[in-house]
């Protein structure tokens, strides 16, 4: 299984952003997948996650402004982030598991991450 994301970059504050991950196989469909992020000096956090039924699950922070998705036809899950903040800036990473968790060390599979900047 790999997991392959896309769609970092440099933003300014206010512009919207869709993280791509592109998923080998049917990971996209059997296991749940998430997102999380790694600013610089902090601990890895989770994002987003949206399960293999369908339903999604957000942390705190990322309530309102940030939306999972996938297509299974594709094998692909995104991560679009609305109205971005210089506090977003992080390293973004894609994960699969087996296990409904919002803990790091719960997912069993993760991607390269892709580095987001956002700018005042």
């Known amino acids: 299984v790999q997991l392959v994301e896309s769609g970092g970059g440099l933003a300014q504050a206010g512009d919207s952003l869709r993280h791509s991950c592109l998923t080998s196989?049917?990971?996209?469909?059997?296991?749940?997948m998430a997102w999380f992020r790694q600013a610089p000096g902090k601990k890895r956090e989770y994002v987003a996650g949206i399960w293999t039924i369908g339903g999604t699950n957000y942390g705190d922070f990322a309530k309102g402004r940030f939306t999972i998705s996938r297509d299974m036809t594709k094998n692909m899950v995104y991560l679009e982030i609305m109205n971005l903040t210089p506090d977003d800036t992080a390293v973004y990473y894609c994960?699969?598991?087996?296990?409904?968790?919002?803990?790091?060390?719960?997912?069993?599979?993760w991607g390269q991450g892709t580095q987001v900047t956002v700018s005042v």
């Open positions: 994960a699969a598991g087996k296990r409904l968790s919002q803990e790091v060390h719960h997912w069993d599979i």
């Open positions: 196989g049917r990971t996209a469909s059997t296991y749940h």
